[in-house]
């Protein structure tokens, strides 16, 4: 998920730029390159925007993990085996794949995702 909208904020901040510098071709060197460094200012801001989407849908993902969890911890007769696949759940701090872990939930005993 990550890499298309990385992919989409370079090629936005491309289009950016290639459309400010077909504005400003009449304009003499100094605007030119004032606007410029106000475009590869804005960069960060991209980047910004690409991780802000990122933080949402990943959110998201874990807001439906917690929900299997707690669906099949609600649900259970066997508690020492359900915290046994609970651990075993494919968590690796900031490293987790949210859609692996999801997957993973999904196969635990009574979760039932939509």
């Not at 370079?10 to 003499?28: D, E, M, P, Q, S």
């Not at 849908?57 to 969890?69: D, E, F, P």
């Amino acid at each position: 998920m990550l890499l298309p909208m990385l992919f989409a904020g370079v090629i936005a901040y491309v289009v950016l730029a290639a459309a400010f510098l077909i504005a400003a071709r009449k304009t003499n060197t100094r605007a030119k390159l004032l606007g410029l460094a106000a475009l590869a200012a804005a960069a960060p801001g991209f980047s910004w925007f690409g991780s802000f989407g990122q933080q949402f849908s990943s959110g998201h993902c874990y807001s439906n993990v917690v929900q299997l969890i707690a669906d099949a911890v609600e649900k259970t007769n066997r508690p020492k085996i359900l915290a046994q696949e609970i651990r075993g759940l494919p968590l690796y701090g900031y490293e987790t794949e949210c859609s692996e872990v999801e997957a993973a939930s999904r196969e635990l005993p009574n979760a039932f995702g939509p």
